[in-house]
């Protein structure tokens, strides 16, 4: 295990390198000693901060049960059984922090019941599905990952009870809350209005957004963050920071018919619980808690995302999440009357204080982030030097919910900065720097050349600042990308700064970086946000809203035309007009649009099943007269196809060597 608490200073190794080859002056020795704000020890994760991790979990309000799967006495809570599995990695190796295996250790299968009819599927998945016994049916929160996943959970929940499923409730729109919902329902239950499926009115648009907005590199780049090219257990993943770990499997979707305003709350009973349902915007827009007043239970959805650090900001990428909605949202929780507190992610709580401990800390960590972040902004203070000085106080950085296994302050404090003022720090050479390549030129030339580079990187490893290796390497790998002691020696530096890590992401980025350098990547298990079950569940509009930002731009500069799907079943009409560049869509057709199409939404569904066998679908469809053309013909219709881009395959998109 190398060092866990390193200087940031340039070591006397690379020092002696420089001198030797008269570059000393390229790279300037720069000690982190900053007396600014707290004293700084370093810009990385939890174990830097000189926290004793064993003396985290000791307190007399908040206390570890001692089965090790929830908080408290016992009182109200019980572990009903246990399947003696615990799908994590929890092994002790040198290849990884033990602080992470002592994560995974936490992680063991089991139902856990609250009172006498509230039970949680605990450790089958990154989710945690939650089952509430009724009069006379169940209400299921958060219907797992995968319908796999979710029916290894509904195999034990079954053995409780055989009441039919009355309401699946989606807490927001992620795909491990949501994917596994054709385990408890079915199109027919839910359009018949038999099973309600309750969401955030605006969770469907999410849910579009990332199945295929940006659904190709939001994959890939959730595939880094899961390292699912590399094999799982000590030289990949060991848990998912969440949970033990995403069950991949089947992904749908089945679209939500009762619909929640957003901020507001629903008051509702189903089966005889009563329940209140309110927006809490947070991690997300269309987060909803769930509150059950008479019992005083409160599902806090993933407004806390389990016991780590929340990931103000996802390195796999997402949308600016606004860290003061975040906690104000966590003090409308902290106003209900809560003896015990559930989550998606992480074990159940019990005891008024320990739940009212466990919020009050996780909102104040995030506001003192926010808050000292821009602070500091207000000082003039980059992205890179906030990182330096914005560090959770030690009451904060010991809590054993804010341990930085998937979120950290340092990326939360680079996001916090870009989300407010943007990529710009002032510098007018950003406004328009040198070509990529070009830049990586240059940098190869002034220092030193490409085989001083590797020097200086051999001798930074050897020093154990493996990111500074990393750093200079990305520049001969960029010259030339089949360098490949370039690209070894960058591996290198990554495989063992990943042995460094107790944050998760950190680790599965630098393991998945490693691979795509080594050309080792396992595709076997990527994770695919493409899901032909989502698409036909999306209401048609969002669909063609899909298409606009795959034209092909530069092909139809001059072009104008226009094709519009007519569906007799929906009874709608969509356009989607091509001009000089540009594709709008109408929610109706056009006079005039060169191809028209009678169709039905059915016959698309079908065509977006086939996939790369869509046009026989349409052929055999046009035999039939279900997909007839009213203007323009087949021909037309191929050409209009012709000026939208196909998504690039897994294999071909490289985050790292570039």
Do not use: C
């Not at 189903?270 to 059950?292: A, W």
């Amino acid at each position: 295990m190398a060092n866990t608490f390193k200087k940031m200073a340039l070591p006397l190794a690379i020092t002696a390198a420089l001198f030797a080859s008269g570059f000393a002056n390229a790279t300037p020795v720069t000690e982190a000693t900053s007396r600014v704000g707290q004293e700084l020890q370093t810009s990385s994760a939890a174990q830097y901060q000189n926290i004793d991790l064993n003396a985290r979990y000791t307190s007399d309000v908040l206390f570890e049960n001692e089965s090790n799967l929830f908080w408290g006495e016992g009182k109200r809570i019980k572990v009903l059984s246990k399947t003696g599995k615990n799908i994590a990695y929890t092994a002790e190796s040198d290849k990884v922090h033990p602080t992470l295996t002592k994560h995974s250790r936490k992680m063991d299968q089991a139902i856990i019941q609250v009172d006498d009819n509230v039970y949680l599927g605990y450790g089958f998945g990154l989710d945690t599905p939650v089952m509430i016994e009724g009069d006379d049916g169940i209400i299921i929160i958060d219907p797992g990952e995968s319908v796999q996943m979710a029916e290894s959970v509904r195999a034990q929940f079954r053995a409780i009870t055989d009441k039919p499923v009355k309401a699946i409730i989606y807490s927001h729109n992620h795909i491990d809350h949501i994917s596994g919902v054709r385990a408890w329902a079915t199109d027919e239950q839910v359009a018949s209005g038999e099973i309600q499926i309750i969401a955030q009115e605006g969770l469907t648009a999410a849910v579009a957004n990332w199945s295929s907005n940006l659904g190709t590199l939001l994959g890939q780049r959730t595939s880094f963050t899961g390292a699912k090219h590399v094999e799982e257990g000590e030289n990949g993943t060991v848990n998912d920071g969440l949970g033990p770990r995403f069950m991949q499997g089947d992904i749908s979707f089945i679209e939500p018919n009762v619909l929640i305003p957003s901020l507001e709350t629903l008051d509702i009973t189903i089966s005889g619980v009563k329940l209140q349902i309110v927006n809490v915007p947070s991690e997300t827009k269309d987060e909803i808690v769930v509150y059950l007043p008479e019992q005083k239970i409160l599902h806090a959805a993933e407004v806390l995302q389990g016991e780590n650090f929340p990931n103000l900001h996802t390195i796999r990428g997402t949308k600016f999440r606004d860290p003061a909605m975040w906690f104000k949202g966590i003090d409308v929780m902290r106003e209900f009357d809560v003896d015990v507190m559930i989550n998606s992610h992480g074990r159940p709580v019990e005891g008024k204080a320990a739940v009212a401990n466990v919020l009050t800390a996780y909102r104040d960590a995030i506001q003192y982030t926010h808050d000292q972040t821009i602070r500091y902004m207000n000082k003039g203070m980059t992205a890179d030097e906030l990182v330096e000085v914005v560090k959770l106080p030690k009451h904060l950085a010991n809590h054993p919910w804010l341990g930085e296994h998937y979120g950290t302050v340092a990326h939360a404090v680079r996001q916090i900065y870009v989300g407010y003022i943007g990529f710009y720090e002032a510098d007018p050479w950003q406004l328009e720097p040198m070509a990529y390549n070009q830049r990586a030129k240059a940098f190869v030339e002034i220092m030193g050349g490409r085989d001083h580079i590797i020097k200086t990187a051999e001798a930074a490893i050897a020093a154990e600042n493996f990111t500074f290796a990393a750093e200079i390497l990305s520049y001969p790998i960029t010259v030339n990308k089949d360098d490949t002691e370039a690209r070894q020696l960058k591996a290198q530096a990554y495989k063992a700064w990943a042995a460094d890590q107790v944050n998760i992401n950190w680790r599965n980025w630098g393991l998945n970086a490693a691979a795509e350098l080594e050309d080792t990547r396992d595709f076997s298990n990527l994770i695919s946000f493409a899901s032909v079950d989502v698409l036909t569940a999306l209401p048609s509009k969002q669909i063609f809203e899909m298409m606009t930002a795959t034209l092909i731009a530069e092909k139809t500069l001059d072009v104008q035309t226009a094709l519009t799907y007519n569906f007799a079943d929906t009874n709608e009409s969509f356009t989607i007009e091509i001009r000089n560049g540009i594709a709008q869509l109408h929610e109706k057709a056009l006079e005039g649009a060169d191809v028209q199409i009678n169709t039905t939404r059915a016959v698309l569904n079908q065509i977006l099943m086939a996939g790369p066998n869509g046009q026989q679908v349409i052929g055999q469809n046009m035999q039939s007269g279900d997909f007839a053309f009213a203007q323009g013909s087949i021909q037309d219709f191929g050409q209009f196809m012709s000026y939208f881009d196909k998504p690039m395959s897994p294999e071909e998109i490289m985050l790292i060597v570039r």
